[in-house]
């Protein structure tokens, strides 16, 4: 009788103490949830590091991993579209859009904000334009291009505004708190790390960006609103061009007028644009190029992970509009 108590004690054990399984659609989420759960087992990464969320196919063995995790966080339907079937009304879902940007909450409509167009094409032949909502922002459009990503109302970007960094924080660890009571003061304790951690990265990426405020700069990308509206740095609009091969003459001609212009200093790529893209786009003019990733492909996780991610923001953005 003794020995069977003896067997059965590691395995109630074991259950007692089986830490949550968190599964992250994509890195920036993956690393912001590192924090708060230090000290127990790594969130899991549903795409892999650099994977657009917006045109994924789910294999097979992505919606075993959904549906065996204890919490899947992820942006909402706004970017991760491929999920809403399975994690709709799931009690293992978190989608952060809705939370961190009620419906109602008028501070950043991605439409009016940052004068997107995904979705709009009542207007066929006119790809140059300054947005109908009167921003002031540039935006080029490859005409024949297939990669834009219809939104909707609202940036799902949100994890490139640190103060919804916080609030994802926040929302993080009340939510594994509840999963989870008796590490409940483990998650708050970390919560509370991360907020700390926070102001000062903040703080000093606000340092690090403010002697580039006022230069001119184009992103590749329309996905940066919240970092801009953040740091008081607007870019002048955004080029819509296909990632794997150099735009049109036409489309070029667009865009090298739009640089000269606007007397821009730098075009923002991303990593996966391949170089010959990106120089076609630059190519004599005095715009220089700089790569932005905001999906911090090739930050380490783990629980400075996030501030790591701002911090190469910073040094990427000042690096080119400053000429360093």
Wanted: glycine share 6%; charged share 25%.
């Amino acid at each position: 009788m003794r020995a069977l108590l003896l067997l059965a004690l590691p395995l109630l054990f074991s259950s007692q103490v089986r830490a949550l399984e968190v599964l992250t659609t994509i890195k920036p989420l993956q690393l912001i949830a590192s924090a708060i759960t230090d000290g127990m087992n790594e969130p899991e990464l549903l795409l892999a590091p650099g994977t657009s969320p917006h045109d994924y196919a789910l294999r097979p063995s992505d919606v075993r991993r959904l549906n065996q995790a204890d919490l899947v966080v992820w942006v909402g339907p706004e970017l991760e579209g491929f999920l809403t079937p399975l994690l709709a009304g799931k009690d293992n879902s978190l989608a952060l859009l809705a939370l961190v940007e009620p419906e109602g909450h008028e501070d950043h409509d991605h439409q009016e904000q940052d004068g997107e167009h995904h979705g709009h094409h009542e207007h066929h032949d006119e790809h140059d334009h300054q947005d109908e909502h009167h921003t002031g922002k540039i935006s080029v459009e490859e005409q024949d291009d297939d990669h834009e990503h219809d939104h909707g109302d609202k940036d799902p970007h949100i994890w490139l505004d640190p103060h919804h960094g916080e609030r994802i924080a926040t929302l993080l660890a009340d939510r594994l708190s509840q999963l989870d009571p008796a590490n409940a003061d483990l998650y708050q304790r970390n919560l509370a790390t991360f907020r700390t951690e926070l102001a000062k990265t903040d703080s000093a990426v606000a340092e690090r960006l403010a002697p580039a405020r006022g230069k001119g700069y184009f992103v590749f990308h329309d996905a940066y609103g919240y970092w801009e509206d953040h740091y008081q740095l607007p870019a002048l609009g955004h080029f819509t061009v296909n990632p794997e091969r150099a735009p049109g003459a036409q489309t070029v001609a667009r865009i090298h007028q739009a640089l000269r212009e606007a007397q821009a200093e730098c075009v923002f790529a991303e990593p996966q644009f391949r170089p010959a893209v990106v120089e076609a786009v630059v190519r004599n003019t005095q715009a220089r190029i700089g790569i932005l990733d905001p999906l911090a492909t090739d930050i380490a996780a783990g629980p400075r992970g996030y501030f790591a991610f701002m911090q190469q923001m910073a040094a990427a953005m000042a690096g080119c509009l400053l000429n360093e």
